[in-house]
């Protein structure tokens, strides 16, 4: 990742073999590599796992905004995720966000569309 003021941009590659896999974390605010908001948790101890991913973050003031595209084949099964991010820093303890994310799954067979949108408001002590 990099940050050149005000826009911020990280990317990421993950792999795993056969025998291995993925480790499973709890929490969104953790520093380990994780692909995608929700396909991560498509991936969570699947082994066998290739995964690209990338994001880009723009914060004016108090307003941020997020674009980011996760990528992800496991077996014959492939995931693509788009998602976008607007946040607000209300004071200094008390952040919000909406979250969109678009998902789809494929397997060669059936295809599977999911949409996922989220509200927080998260005060710090």
Known sequence: ???FAPVSF???YTKNDKDQGAYSVAGGDSAVIQPGWRLVYELENVADTESFFGDVT???????VMG?????EAGSTDYDELQAK???KVAKNL??????????????TTSIDSDYLRFEAKYSF
């Not at 966000?97 to 397997?107: A, F, G, K, P, Q």
Request: glycine share 14%.
């Open 1 to 3: 990742g990099a940050k």
């Open 10 to 12: 990280n990317l990421g």
């Open 58 to 64: 723009a914060t004016f003031g108090k307003f941020s």
């Open 68 to 72: 980011a595209y996760a990528s992800a």
């Open 86 to 88: 607007v946040g607000y």
């Open 95 to 108: 952040d919000t966000y909406v979250r969109y994310s678009t998902m789809d799954i494929d397997n060669g």
